[in-house]
């Protein structure tokens, strides 16, 4: 069963915009921590939708890339 948040394998990224519990979930952090690591620049910035808050999923998948980059080298 595949869930919201997992893509079946080799199926292209997508542009979808995340809720906060979505991120929250997808990353493992919580609020303060993520909008500390906004702030800090360190972690994609939200997509503002009147005053809903989104984050595109190709940005957060990208950071997470970059983490495991990080840690492999």
Do not use: H, N
């Amino acid at each position: 069963m595949t869930t919201e948040l997992q893509r079946p394998a080799g199926s292209a990224p997508s542009d979808r915009l995340l809720d906060f519990d979505q991120l929250s979930d997808k990353v493992g952090m919580k609020r303060t921590a993520i909008y500390a690591a906004i702030s800090a620049g360190t972690f994609p910035a939200p997509v503002k939708i009147g005053k809903l808050s989104r984050w595109v999923e190709t940005e957060v998948d990208a950071w997470i890339d970059g983490l495991k980059r990080q840690r492999a080298a």
